[in-house]
């Protein structure tokens, strides 16, 4: 299995991500800038005020997002074992249904597409509660996770 072509993808993703930022934090300086009148600034002050939170919540959201494209650009997954690693892709099951998921150090909740289109898988991180439930596990485990309230057992059924 290609785990770096996985990479690869989350990166794409997290760049796009970042160049989404980056541009509108300079549509909401421009417009916190230079979006009224003189007049119209003095009479309704909220406009540019609004615009100029806006213009920096952007930016975080950019800072963020050059965070994590760095860690990802330097995270090499390594070789599967016995034991659920980062940077694994892991198949579990529930009950009927089934879901892939790819342990990565970034980019929690993405969906992306398997190599040769075979598939989805989303991306969870160790911080999350599905992440700390699946990481060291073994083949045939069974781990018991809530979600949205409700108690339910997955069994890992693949390691790769």
Known sequence: MDKQFMVDQLAARIRDSLQTALREQEAAATEARDGASPSEKRDDARTALEFSNLARAQG?????AQE????????RPGKSG???KLGDIVEIEDGPAGRTIFLAPVGAGLELTMPDGDGFVTVVTPASPIGKAILGRELGDTIEISVKGEDRDW???FIG
């Open 60 to 64: 975080r959201r950019a800072l963020a």
């Open 68 to 75: 994590e494209l760095a860690r990802i650009e330097s995270f």
């Open 82 to 84: 016995s034991r659920v």
């Open 155 to 157: 069994t890992v059924t």
